[in-house]
């Protein structure tokens, strides 16, 4: 499509402002003021419209059909969120306005506090995090300077299993910490033995998401948190697949000290093509002194206010974090209550290990050694041993009009096919994404270059990611000045 | 079952079978017995249905009594209008209920609007690229300070003592490992850099200089010569910018700045009480490859047709890991598509008139508030833009009570310059009768101190 810049021209613009009602000011000083045009578009709101919605069809997503995400979550978006977040007494609020005069948002706040604290089992929640890496690098500065105020400031190694997201590993660094690789058995889970060698005086914490990046539980989790009790760090949950364990299980049961929560996973907020999200952040008594500033305290049906903690660790975001996010979160956990919540996940597992099931005797299921919980991994060996790849079963789905799994992820399944359906797919959808993977299995047999040329009902084919980086083209180039301007 | 799961009971039971299991908790398995809830054990508030949520939501919606008064406080968040056909795109499925593009050719409409706000980005703050986003303005500082660290080798920063104190709070949580350190410059009684300060904290080196354009305290001064400083010193300029100030101002690329963040939510954001904002971060071409977070590019696909991709991966955590530049992962996509849809509504017209209504309505309340007896100017002599310090004499508290009781939010307090110290602004949205009210309600208060 053309671009926004393309089509601009004639001294068009999409709004109209009120009159200046105000005597103008004295002109700012000219040394001050910009030279020439900003270069921004001139169309007219129609025009702006047409673009954007030429541009929105472009797109897959929810509202359209199943996302199978491994990790991610794709569930529906209930509608109603959507109004409330623009509710002008919700969105019309300054953050700096004085408690008194932001009572609701205090008491929607304190309340989501309260539902975070039932649902992870720990007393003390900070809703500032903006994305899950946000919540994790939270949880680290908690760890580190719980560590530090025992004066074990030097405890800066985080243990991790070689299957973490990459986020945890980066949000390590940023932290200021060595990562420890730890090993997964065969079974896939975090290996104790391994886990028990590394685990030390060095140890600041154990990072570890369960359910984990394969979908399985780590069943000797009880015994995994001790031994970093015993060496004197503390675990992170990394609480990206909490979506398996609404109602059913609590991280602090299992021996994790902090745990962040993806909002935009779990509590159904969309995805927003790429975000915004919210990342909350859980963690024990211990911790909650250093939680950013600033925590919102006091009665949920009484007074609220903005208080900060006495040894607080500073502050992630100028703000009290994405807010219109914790309102839709919060809509969502009001409209459910607690057994709409564990229908959730009881219907996300049941979907993941229904689609297992019937894919079994077609993929490698590494692993495979019982239910897995809301999510599974494929590997496509045996079909790279014919010469499609993964990505080309990724893309051919796209043809097949879904949405791809995750692929190529976790990083020790090879040629790796995350799949995780979320409850809100009825039978039938599932049903039918299996046939379509199936149909491709057909075609790997058959006509291997359907699979290996897709996708062709795409807007576009597949694009040339290595000229994209060798010749970096980030902005649409400014167009030449005409004569005599 | 329910409004969201369309598996019932029958659905369930034919689905276990397939799986080959009895009954639900048989997938339970593997959770060891001890950390199962038994069903019910969850204690959360019943459910409700849609109309009751919204009545309730409707209850707590007035409490927040401060929505609906005239804004006049700042401070890094802004009331300005938003045009009504923004919402329209922003609702649409297609845009926000799609994940992160990592499937190109499904993902196009997302991918060309991001490559449109970078591109826009880039043009106002005058710099050769942009990403697609961070957290919001103080992330952005704080992510900023760490790409100065990584081009330039040091691991010193220096921040204007007029920077954003919440911004320069956040900087200072993100830098705050052990071989990191971070100086602060004051600011001279006209709100300018202390230059000689300066200077010397510079000297010996440092990653980065940043200085808020215009400054937190609404003072413009030119970055020109603060940028020869810095560069002198062998570190890059990081301009932290007010993004409807760039639509007037000299843009801080022209002036020399190597990096320029700042708060997106000026353009077409509502307040929603701090989030979710979007933070900008531009920089020099050379830079790109140490910025963190996604960044978009334009390709071709196998048939040559123009589309847009992610690119520069290696850059990031799902792929670098602990060498990535940066942790972030899901940033504020929708945020920024809101800024590039406010960018093309507002235009090159649209946006210099917001610019400026908000210049001219500003100093006009300045210039009121300045005829009441007592109060005086914070940084007299200096240029601002769209807001201002002014020491009223009374304590600020008293009069931001009294401006509420006539449903004015009358500004934000800065203890820091004075007990009667306000920061204030006045927006497009201001009018002229809101303005009287304002001065009227201060020189009440004003006046039964000074009679």
Same mark, same amino acid.
């Given at each position: 499509?053309?671009?926004?810049?393309?089509?601009?021209?004639?001294?068009?613009?999409?709004?109209?402002?009120?009159?200046?009602?105000?005597?103008?000011?004295?002109?700012?000083?000219?040394?001050?003021?910009?030279?020439?045009?900003?270069?921004?578009?001139?169309?007219?709101?129609?025009?702006?419209?047409?673009?954007?919605?030429?541009?929105?069809?472009?797109?897959?997503?929810?509202?359209?059909?199943?996302?199978?995400?491994?990790?991610?979550?794709?569930?529906?978006?209930?509608?109603? %969120?959507? *109004?409330?977040?623009? +509710? =002008?007494?919700? !969105?019309?609020?300054?953050?700096? &306005?004085?408690?008194? $005069? /932001?009572?609701?948002?205090?008491?929607?706040?304190?309340?989501?506090?309260?539902?975070?604290?039932?649902?992870?089992?720990?007393?003390?929640?900070?809703?500032?995090?903006?994305?899950?890496?946000?919540?994790?690098?939270?949880?680290?500065?908690?760890?580190?300077?719980?560590?530090?105020?025992?004066?074990?400031? %030097?405890? *800066?190694?985080?243990? +991790? =299993?070689?299957? !973490?997201?990459?986020?945890?590993? &980066?949000?390590?660094? $940023? /932290?200021?910490?060595?990562?420890?690789?730890?090993?997964?058995?065969?079974?896939?889970?975090?290996?104790?033995?391994?886990?028990?060698?590394?685990?030390?005086?060095?140890?600041?914490?154990?990072?570890?998401?369960?359910?984990?990046?394969?979908?399985?539980?780590?069943?000797?989790?009880?015994?995994?948190?001790?031994?970093?009790?015993?060496?004197?760090?503390?675990?992170?949950?990394?609480?990206?697949?909490?979506?398996?364990?609404?109602?059913?299980?609590?991280?602090?049961?299992?021996?994790?000290?902090?745990?962040?929560?993806?909002?935009?996973?779990?509590?159904?907020?969309?995805?927003?093509?790429?975000?915004?999200?919210?990342?909350?952040?859980?963690?024990?008594?211990?911790?909650?002194?250093?939680?950013?500033?600033?925590?919102?305290?006091?009665?949920?049906?009484?007074?609220?206010?903005?208080?900060?903690?006495?040894?607080?660790?500073?502050?992630?975001?100028?703000?009290?974090?994405?807010?219109?996010?914790?309102?839709?979160?919060?809509?969502?956990?009001?409209?459910?209550?607690?057994?709409?919540?564990?229908?959730?996940?009881?219907?996300?597992?049941?979907?993941?290990?229904?689609?297992?099931?019937?894919?079994?005797?077609?993929?490698?299921?590494?692993?495979?050694?019982?239910?897995?919980?809301?999510?599974?991994?494929?590997?496509?060996?045996?079909?790279?041993?014919?010469?499609?790849?993964?990505?080309?079963?990724?893309?051919?789905?796209?043809?097949?009009?879904?949405?791809?799994?995750?692929?190529?992820?976790?990083?020790?399944?090879?040629?790796?096919?995350?799949?995780?359906?979320?409850?809100?797919?009825?039978?039938?959808?599932?049903?039918?994404?299996?046939?379509?993977?199936?149909?491709?299995?057909?075609?790997?047999?058959?006509?291997?270059?359907?699979?290996?040329?897709?996708?062709?009902?795409?807007?576009?084919?597949?694009?040339?990611?290595?000229?994209?980086?060798?010749?970096?083209?980030?902005?649409?180039?400014?167009?030449?000045?005409?004569?005599?301007? | 079952?329910?409004?969201?799961?369309?598996?019932?009971?029958?659905?369930?039971?034919?689905?276990?079978?397939?799986?080959?299991?009895?009954?639900?908790?048989?997938?339970?398995?593997?959770?060891?017995?001890?950390?199962?809830?038994?069903?019910?054990?969850?204690?959360?508030?019943?459910?409700?249905?849609?109309?009751?949520?919204?009545?309730?939501?409707?209850?707590?919606?007035?409490?927040?009594?401060?929505?609906?008064?005239?804004?006049?406080?700042?401070?890094?968040?802004?009331?300005?209008?938003?045009?009504?056909?923004?919402?329209?795109?922003?609702?649409?499925?297609?845009?926000?209920?799609?994940?992160?593009?990592?499937?190109?050719?499904?993902?196009?409409?997302?991918?060309?609007?991001?490559?449109?706000?970078?591109?826009?980005?880039?043009?106002?703050?005058?710099?050769?690229?942009?990403?697609?986003?961070?957290?919001?303005?103080?992330?952005?500082?704080?992510?900023?300070?760490?790409?100065?660290?990584?081009?330039?080798?040091?691991?010193?920063?220096?921040?204007?003592?007029?920077?954003?104190?919440?911004?320069?709070?956040?900087?200072?949580?993100?830098?705050?490992?052990?071989?990191?350190?971070?100086?602060?410059?004051?600011?001279?009684?006209?709100?300018?850099?202390?230059?000689?300060?300066?200077?010397?904290?510079?000297?010996?080196?440092?990653?980065?200089?940043?200085?808020?354009?215009?400054?937190?305290?609404?003072?413009?001064?030119?970055?020109?010569?603060?940028?020869?400083?810095?560069?002198?010193?062998?570190?890059?300029?990081?301009?932290?910018?007010?993004?409807?100030?760039?639509?007037?101002?000299?843009?801080?690329?022209?002036?020399?700045?190597?990096?320029?963040?700042?708060?997106?939510?000026?353009?077409?954001?509502?307040?929603?009480?701090?989030?979710?904002?979007?933070?900008?971060?531009?920089?020099?071409?050379?830079?790109?490859?140490?910025?963190?977070?996604?960044?978009?590019?334009?390709?071709?696909?196998?048939?040559?047709?123009?589309?847009?991709?992610?690119?520069?991966?290696?850059?990031?955590?799902?792929?670098?890991?602990?060498?990535?530049?940066?942790?972030?992962?899901?940033?504020?996509?929708?945020?920024?598509?809101?800024?590039?849809?406010?960018?093309?509504?507002?235009?090159?017209?649209?946006?210099?008139?917001?610019?400026?209504?908000?210049?001219?309505?500003?100093?006009?309340?300045?210039?009121?508030?300045?005829?009441?007896?007592?109060?005086?100017?914070?940084?007299?002599?200096?240029?601002?833009?769209?807001?201002?310090?002014?020491?009223?004499?009374?304590?600020?508290?008293?009069?931001?009570?009294?401006?509420?009781?006539?449903?004015?939010?009358?500004?934000?307090?800065?203890?820091?310059?004075?007990?009667?110290?306000?920061?204030?602004?006045?927006?497009?949205?201001?009018?002229?009768?809101?303005?009287?009210?304002?001065?009227?309600?201060?020189?009440?208060?004003?006046?039964?101190?000074?009679?």
């Amino acid at each position: 499509m053309r671009t926004i810049f393309e089509m601009s021209g004639g001294g068009r613009c999409g709004v109209s402002l009120p009159e200046l009602d105000v005597p103008e000011a004295a002109p700012l000083p000219a040394d001050l003021l910009r030279e020439g045009p900003i270069g921004l578009p001139e169309v007219t709101e129609g025009e702006t419209m047409r673009h954007f919605i030429g541009l929105s069809s472009l797109n897959y997503h929810v509202d359209k059909g199943m996302y199978p995400l491994g990790s991610c979550t794709m569930k529906y978006n209930p509608k109603h %969120h959507e *109004n409330v977040a623009r +509710m =002008p007494g919700l !969105a019309g609020l300054h953050p700096l &306005a004085p408690d008194a $005069l /932001a009572q609701g948002t205090l008491r929607i706040m304190r309340r989501l506090e309260e539902y975070l604290s039932a649902i992870t089992g720990f007393p003390g929640v900070t809703l500032q995090p903006a994305a899950g890496a946000q919540g994790e690098l939270c949880g680290l500065l908690l760890i580190r300077s719980h560590h530090i105020r025992r004066g074990e400031g %030097h405890r *800066n190694e985080v243990l +991790m =299993p070689d299957s !973490a997201h990459g986020t945890n590993p &980066a949000t390590s660094t $940023l /932290a200021g910490c060595r990562v420890v690789g730890v090993r997964s058995n065969e079974l896939g889970e975090v290996d104790p033995e391994d886990l028990r060698a590394k685990a030390g005086p060095n140890t600041a914490a154990f990072m570890l998401t369960n359910p984990n990046t394969l979908g399985l539980f780590e069943s000797r989790i009880g015994e995994l948190t001790a031994i970093v009790h015993e060496a004197g760090g503390l675990n992170y949950m990394d609480g990206a697949n909490m979506n398996a364990l609404l109602g059913i299980a609590r991280p602090a049961d299992m021996g994790f000290d902090v745990c962040h929560i993806n909002l935009h996973k779990t509590f159904s907020t969309p995805h927003g093509g790429g975000g915004p999200g919210a990342g909350p952040v859980a963690c024990s008594a211990d911790l909650i002194p250093y939680l950013p500033d600033a925590v919102v305290t006091g009665d949920p049906d009484g007074g609220c206010r903005l208080e900060r903690m006495p040894w607080s660790f500073g502050r992630l975001l100028a703000f009290q974090g994405n807010v219109g996010v914790l309102y839709r979160a919060y809509a969502y956990v009001r409209s459910l209550g607690a057994k709409g919540l564990r229908e959730v996940s009881e219907n996300a597992l049941i979907n993941a290990n229904y689609m297992k099931a019937r894919l079994r005797g077609h993929f490698d299921v590494p692993f495979d050694h019982g239910p897995c919980m809301h999510e599974f991994v494929l590997s496509g060996d045996r079909q790279a041993a014919r010469g499609v790849k993964t990505l080309d079963m990724a893309k051919r789905l796209l043809d097949y009009g879904f949405h791809a799994p995750t692929v190529y992820f976790p990083l020790i399944v090879h040629e790796a096919m995350m799949i995780e359906p979320t409850e809100t797919e009825g039978i039938e959808d599932l049903d039918a994404f299996v046939e379509a993977l199936l149909g491709i299995l057909r075609e790997v047999q058959e006509k291997p270059h359907l699979v290996t040329d897709a996708p062709v009902n795409t807007p576009v084919l597949r694009l040339d990611e290595v000229t994209a980086v060798k010749e970096l083209c980030l902005v649409e180039p400014r167009k030449e000045a005409p004569a005599g301007n | 079952m329910g409004r969201y799961i369309p598996n019932g009971d029958a659905h369930r039971a034919r689905m276990l079978d397939e799986i080959g299991v009895t009954s639900f908790d048989d997938l339970l398995a593997p959770i060891p017995a001890r950390f199962r809830l038994a069903p019910g054990a969850l204690r959360l508030p019943d459910p409700v249905s849609e109309l009751d949520l919204q009545r309730e939501l409707d209850g707590m919606a007035a409490l927040n009594t401060g929505a609906g008064m005239a804004c006049f406080v700042g401070a890094g968040a802004y009331d300005h209008f938003i045009p009504a056909a923004m919402d329209h795109v922003l609702l649409r499925s297609e845009f926000y209920t799609a994940y992160t593009p990592y499937q190109a050719e499904v993902s196009q409409g997302t991918l060309q609007a991001i490559f449109e706000y970078q591109t826009l980005i880039a043009r106002l703050t005058g710099m050769d690229m942009a990403n697609a986003s961070v957290y919001d303005g103080g992330s952005a500082v704080a992510e900023a300070c760490l790409t100065a660290m990584r081009v330039t080798g040091s691991h010193r920063v220096v921040l204007a003592g007029s920077l954003n104190p919440r911004w320069a709070e956040v900087a200072r949580t993100y830098l705050g490992r052990s071989e990191f350190t971070v100086a602060e410059v004051p600011f001279l009684a006209d709100g300018s850099l202390d230059a000689g300060a300066t200077e010397g904290l510079v000297a010996g080196g440092c990653a980065a200089l940043v200085v808020q354009y215009p400054g937190y305290f609404g003072v413009v001064e030119d970055l020109r010569p603060i940028a020869d400083r810095i560069h002198a010193a062998g570190g890059l300029l990081v301009v932290a910018a007010d993004p409807v100030a760039l639509a007037v101002l000299r843009s801080p690329g022209d002036a020399g700045a190597d990096i320029v963040v700042g708060e997106g939510q000026s353009m077409g954001i509502p307040l929603s009480y701090g989030g979710p904002y979007a933070g900008f971060m531009a920089a020099r071409e050379s830079i790109a490859r140490k910025m963190p977070g996604r960044i978009i590019g334009r390709t071709v696909d196998r048939a040559g047709q123009t589309g847009y991709v992610m690119t520069l991966q290696t850059r990031e955590q799902h792929i670098r890991r602990e060498k990535a530049t940066s942790n972030i992962c899901t940033n504020q996509a929708l945020m920024a598509l809101a800024n590039a849809l406010y960018l093309s509504l507002t235009g090159e017209t649209g946006f210099r008139e917001v610019a400026l209504q908000c210049y001219h309505r500003s100093h006009h309340l300045h210039d009121r508030l300045l005829g009441i007896p007592g109060v005086r100017p914070c940084f007299p002599g200096s240029t601002f833009f769209r807001e201002f310090a002014l020491e009223f004499p009374v304590p600020a508290a008293r009069l931001l009570e009294r401006l509420a009781s006539r449903g004015i939010l009358g500004g934000h307090p800065l203890p820091g310059l004075g007990e009667g110290a306000l920061l204030v602004t006045a927006t497009e949205k201001r009018t002229r009768g809101e303005m009287d009210r304002y001065v009227e309600a201060a020189a009440g208060v004003c006046g039964e101190v000074t009679r």
